[in-house]
């Protein structure tokens, strides 16, 4: 029965928070999805030409070269995610 009532609540404070998420969690919520969707954007761009350099360099340079421009890229990558979540936070706590 305590089960039954736990997930009742839950329920409904997901409904009233998502009729009202900008009263409720004190966030610019449109902000956060713009910037997250950004942030995965990114992402997705900095992983397909991480994929694009390493196979050019494979074949022009050898499996060193296609080795050493992927750890470069990854590290990219890396930074423009850290880049991202730090404008999501920044979003969230305005």
């Known amino acids: 029965m305590k089960t039954k009532r736990t ?4 329920t409904l404070l997901a409904v009233v928070a998502a009729g009202h998420p900008a009263r409720v969690f004190g966030a610019d919520v449109g902000g956060v999805v713009v910037e997250s969707a950004r942030t995965g954007a990114h992402a997705v761009r900095d992983s397909v030409l991480t994929f694009g350099r390493t196979v050019r360099d494979f074949f022009t340079g050898g499996s060193g070269a296609a080795k ?7 590290e990219r990558t890396k930074e423009n995610a850290r880049d991202g979540a730090h404008n999501v936070r920044s979003e969230a706590n305005r």
């Not at 050493?68 to 990854?74: K, L, M």
Request: hydrophobic share 45%.
């Open 7 to 10: 997930i009742i609540a839950g």
């Open 68 to 74: 050493e421009t992927w750890h470069e890229n990854a």
